[in-house]
């Protein structure tokens, strides 16, 4: 009796409780910052200023500093959750504190519908100083909650205390004239702990096949493979993308006949076709496929196009993949951020025909990888080397846009550029493959 009282008192009462004290019927932020170019510049630069650091980290421990203002905080939260629809951020900064508060909206349920994360940080020139973080109405001092990011960084990441390493790695967080200053110093032989902890993760991947299954992944890797020696050795002409799409996803309706699930096929032949024809650098999320075989099986990437173009094929297989990989929120919203870089001066502008390759990619992963569309996907297998079917036009879709143009038409909130996508994905919906029912 006790011990199925202790039962119900672990396994159903406590995570009631939790979650009744976690779960809010209001969300406490409702909309995130406006998001723009300066924002998409700003984070680029900190992530390369960070990839500098850590391979500088092999050699030598130094000391760095990131200088953000409020808006540009804020403008890389909206940038970050632009693919997350349900989620939203933001930050105020004060000489008093750095207060930060996100929502994330759930499924309706009986105790609410929204989670509430705030978080306080107090200025301070001496280390990270967290007054508290709560979920809910659940509240945990500042270094509890220290403590606890340090115990789990500790177990999972190799060295000595490593956890502990990077939270005292943090100098001082200050504000002035609005700016929020973090003083940190880079941890000797960062590089090689992140190495080691990507390491790890690949081992989980190999383990659980999280993706898809590595073996049925090279499968269809080495029938691209196979296909690209006979077709590259006869043509010296560009070559569309779709023929490859359509030999990929017969090879997938002949499996599928065998008894194989079809989207389960769909996915190891798009994860296929982004190594092969994206970047080797996807396999590094699959495990399919060894060093010898990508350099036995290497397409000459520039003859095979989607509209004539190899840029359009990239950003078609990048935003299928992503969305393999991610969900397409997110896939779109990285394609988004890329264009918005292209904007700046010496990028190649904002485009249009570009985003569209990007809604294409998504769109066509999102059928192969629906139960209904999968199978739908594999009757089609044999047209899909006719690009109308599968690609809008790019005709008059505007390309090239300097940032100053972009902006002073309103950015990726404007009419304008409402219009374009609305554009687009009419164009899609009247395609043969997309059209609603399917």
Same mark, same amino acid.
């Given at each position: 009796?006790?011990?199925?009282?202790?039962?119900? /008192?672990?396994?159903?009462?406590?995570?009631?409780?939790?979650? #009744?004290?976690?779960?809010?019927?209001?969300?406490?932020?409702?909309? !995130?910052?406006?998001?723009?170019?300066?924002?998409?510049?700003?984070?680029?630069?900190?992530? /390369?200023?960070?990839?500098?650091?850590?391979?500088?980290?092999?050699?030598?421990?130094?000391?760095?500093?990131?200088?953000?203002?409020?808006?540009?905080?804020?403008?890389?939260? &909206?940038?970050?959750?632009?693919?997350?629809?349900?989620?939203?951020?933001?930050?105020?900064?004060?000489?008093?504190? @750095?207060?930060?508060?996100? !929502? #994330?909206?759930?499924?309706?349920?009986?105790?609410?519908?929204?989670?509430?994360?705030? !978080?306080?940080?107090? +200025?301070?020139?001496?280390? $990270?100083?967290?007054?508290?973080?709560?979920?809910?109405?659940?509240?945990?001092?500042?270094?509890?909650?220290? =403590?606890?990011?340090?115990?789990?960084?500790?177990?999972?990441?190799?060295?000595?205390?490593?956890?502990?390493?990077?939270?005292?790695?943090?100098?001082?967080?200050?504000?002035?004239?609005?700016?929020?200053?973090?003083?940190?110093?880079? @941890?000797?032989?960062?590089?090689?702990?992140?190495?080691?902890?990507?390491?790890?993760?690949?081992?989980?991947?190999?383990?659980?096949?999280?993706?898809?299954? +590595?073996?049925?992944?090279?499968?269809?890797?080495?029938?691209?493979?196979?296909?690209?020696?006979?077709?590259?050795?006869?043509?010296?002409?560009?070559?569309?993308?779709?023929?490859?799409?359509?030999?990929?996803?017969?090879?997938?309706?002949?499996?599928?006949?065998?008894?194989?699930?079809?989207?389960?096929?769909?996915?190891?032949?798009? *994860?296929?076709?982004?190594?092969?024809?994206?970047? !080797?650098?996807?396999?590094?999320?699959?495990?399919?496929?060894?060093?010898?075989?990508?350099?036995?099986?290497?397409?000459?990437?520039?003859?095979?196009?989607? &509209?004539?173009?190899?840029?359009?094929?990239?950003?078609?297989?990048?935003?299928?993949? *992503?969305?393999? @990989?991610?969900?397409?929120?997110?896939?779109?919203?990285?394609?988004?951020?890329?264009?918005? $870089?292209?904007?700046?001066?010496?990028?190649?502008?904002?485009?249009?025909?570009? *985003?569209? &390759?990007?809604?294409? %990619?998504?769109?066509?992963?999102?059928?192969?990888?629906?139960?209904? %569309?999968?199978?739908?996907?594999?009757?089609?297998?044999?047209?899909?080397?006719?690009?109308?079917?599968? #690609?809008?036009?790019?005709? =008059?879709?505007?390309?090239?846009?300097?940032?100053?143009?972009?902006?002073?038409?309103?950015?990726?909130?404007?009419?304008?550029?409402?219009?374009?996508?609305?554009?687009?994905?009419?164009?899609?919906? &009247? *395609?043969?493959?997309?059209?609603?029912?399917?």
């Amino acid at each position: 009796m006790w011990g199925l009282l202790i039962a119900i /008192l672990l396994f159903v009462v406590i995570p009631l409780v939790v979650l #009744f004290n976690t779960i809010d019927s209001y969300p406490l932020v409702v909309k !995130t910052e406006h998001v723009d170019i300066d924002s998409a510049i700003k984070a680029k630069n900190i992530a /390369l200023q960070l990839r500098r650091e850590l391979n500088d980290s092999v050699y030598s421990e130094q000391r760095s500093k990131l200088t953000l203002s409020e808006n540009e905080i804020n403008g890389i939260i &909206a940038l970050g959750m632009r693919g997350i629809k349900r989620l939203k951020g933001r930050v105020n900064v004060t000489q008093y504190g @750095i207060k930060g508060a996100f !929502t #994330f909206k759930l499924p309706s349920t009986p105790f609410g519908s929204y989670v509430n994360l705030t !978080t306080t940080i107090i +200025p301070s020139d001496n280390g $990270l100083d967290i007054q508290e973080i709560s979920i809910g109405n659940i509240a945990l001092s500042g270094d509890l909650a220290i =403590s606890m990011a340090e115990f789990m960084m500790n177990r999972f990441l190799s060295g000595n205390a490593t956890g502990t390493r990077l939270v005292k790695s943090i100098e001082s967080v200050t504000v002035s004239n609005s700016q929020l200053n973090v003083s940190y110093h880079v @941890i000797h032989d960062l590089r090689h702990i992140v190495d080691d902890a990507k390491g790890r993760v690949k081992h989980v991947r190999d383990e659980l096949a999280l993706l898809s299954d +590595p073996i049925v992944v090279k499968l269809y890797y080495l029938r691209l493979c196979d296909y690209h020696g006979q077709i590259a050795a006869r043509s010296e002409n560009k070559i569309s993308l779709g023929r490859y799409l359509s030999v990929t996803y017969s090879f997938a309706e002949k499996r599928s006949l065998t008894g194989k699930n079809p989207v389960d096929e769909n996915k190891a032949g798009l *994860l296929a076709l982004a190594i092969f024809l994206g970047s !080797t650098n996807f396999n590094s999320v699959v495990g399919a496929v060894d060093k010898e075989t990508q350099l036995r099986c290497q397409p000459y990437g520039k003859k095979i196009v989607l &509209a004539n173009r190899t840029d359009l094929r990239l950003h078609f297989i990048y935003s299928a993949v *992503l969305k393999v @990989i991610t969900d397409s929120g997110v896939s779109f919203a990285i394609g988004e951020f890329k264009e918005m $870089l292209d904007s700046q001066a010496g990028g190649s502008g904002f485009s249009f025909a570009d *985003l569209a &390759a990007d809604l294409s %990619g998504i769109r066509f992963a999102e059928l192969a990888l629906n139960s209904k %569309g999968a199978v739908y996907l594999q009757k089609q297998a044999a047209i899909l080397n006719q690009q109308e079917t599968f #690609f809008p036009s790019i005709e =008059s879709l505007p390309e090239r846009i300097s940032q100053h143009s972009f902006e002073s038409l309103g950015g990726i909130e404007s009419k304008y550029y409402k219009k374009h996508l609305a554009i687009i994905n009419a164009r899609l919906d &009247a *395609l043969h493959l997309y059209k609603p029912g399917k």
